[in-house]
DNA sequence: AACAGATAAGGAGGCGGTCTCCGTTTCGTC
DNA sequence: GACGAAACGGAGACCGCCTCCTTATCTGTT
């Protein structure tokens, strides 16, 4: 999203040298061997081993991909765009509010269940924003909130929610899921309270004040 | 809970020899040191860095905690029994079952997020069942079983939550925390999000069948 | 009080991971 | 082809976890 090294040649711009071949061949070989190693062992598994297993050197390795979340981003990009195309099929077929939320939400959950772990730095990616996840996770916040906002005109979806919430929600109940008490139930679970959550406008909220600890 | 060696001195059972003094007064130091460390960086810290700053060798630490989990299961018992002491408190003086479970949830919550980062162990204990911290986690699974359960008889809890659900998902809440989008308010709604998830049982839950993905 | 045996302390060092620096190789251009 | 820029490779610095073996310390006994 934000240079370009993601079109197809290296194409100067201008009178510049084009991006040599062997660069970008190491760099997509790179990101297939990445994917197929954070498949197989979560995204925690160590990048001198992708190194290697794409034969190329370290050196190689950090500096097509300073670190590991610049890495995972450039994974995630292609994701990115599936999940965005997802979107706009939504908000185009999809007529009912509160189902186009749920179908969302469901893709966001998929999304950020892409691999093993990635739950954690994407929650670090929010909070620090130097991250180059950080970009991405913001703009689906800002989708989730119009999601929200529409569910909450038509009343489907409480009007106190918020779509940052429901984003960190997702984050949460995905990283979860990566426990689920060695059974399989809880991650539905987890998913329909997180729903009841924020589904039901009709009833009252209790008043905070009635049952605040008296203990510390 | 398992052991003795919380006892004040280290009495021998029968006719064995006494623990050596010098061995009690480490261990003492050392988990007021890593108590103070984990507080100010957080349980990701160096243990190395806390043995040199409790003056000992690294071998001395990890003699006596084999691994960063035995460390904070060692840490976390003292606060094991404030909330074991808690459980009883609200056992006895609060009468509402809906209320016991929310004092109840909101201990837990204070439990959970004694040190930065501690969700995250607390998580791997309940899949790997191998960790010292496994058995206190169990145990608090099972208390809060218990005030679910009494809410539920009194119509205050939905009747298809689980225990080990609110245990989960207090947890995720915890570790979501973490993150609060550079935003104060985000925790309080996640923790209402999902109150708001076990508290009613009176609407009956939308199919799901209704609104499932086209897409694959 | 001194001794002997058990017990614990200390810390060097192995291992595996991240990341950097620089000599060498390869590529695009002229 | 030859030249210069660009990228590569991998040795190695650094750090954290943890182990092993030597040395120091303590305890119960004579």
Redesign the interface.
């Known amino acids: 999203m934000a240079d370009e090294r993601c079109t197809d040649m290296g194409e100067a711009a201008a009178g510049e040298r084009r991006q040599r071949t062997d660069k970008q061949r190491n760099r997509t070989h790179i990101l297939e061997v990445a994917e197929e190693f954070f498949a197989e062992q979560g995204i925690t598994g160590s990048l001198d081993a992708i190194a290697k297993r794409a034969g190329v050197g370290p050196g190689t390795l950090y500096r097509h991909f300073p670190n590991r979340e610049a890495l995972l981003a450039a994974l995630l990009q292609a994701r990115d765009e599936e999940l965005e195309a997802?979107r706009i099929?939504i908000q185009r077929?999809v007529t009912?509010s509160?189902?186009a939320l749920?179908?969302w939400l469901?893709?966001l959950d998929k999304w950020v269940t892409a691999f093993d772990g990635l739950p954690?730095p994407l929650?670090?990616a929010?909070?620090e924003?130097t991250s180059p996840l950080a970009l991405t996770c913001q703009g689906f916040?800002t989708t989730t909130e119009d999601f929200l906002r529409a569910a909450q005109r038509d009343g489907h979806a409480?009007p106190?929610?918020?779509g940052?919430?429901l984003f960190?929600?997702t984050?949460?109940?995905a990283?979860?899921r990566?426990?689920?008490?060695?059974?399989e139930?809880?991650p539905d679970?987890?998913v329909?309270?997180?729903?009841?959550?924020?589904?039901?406008p009709?009833?009252q909220?209790?008043p905070d004040s009635?049952?605040g600890?008296?203990?510390p």
Chains 1, 2 share one sequence.
Do not use: F, H, K, Y
Request: net charge neutral.
């Open positions: 997802r099929a077929e009912d509160r189902a749920t179908q469901q893709a954690e929650r670090a929010l909070t924003g916040v409480n106190r929610v918020r940052r919430d960190l929600s984050l949460a109940t990283w979860a990566g426990a689920a008490l060695a059974d139930s809880s679970a987890l329909s309270l997180m729903r009841t959550g924020w589904e039901t009709a009833r909220p209790t009635d049952e600890p008296s203990a």
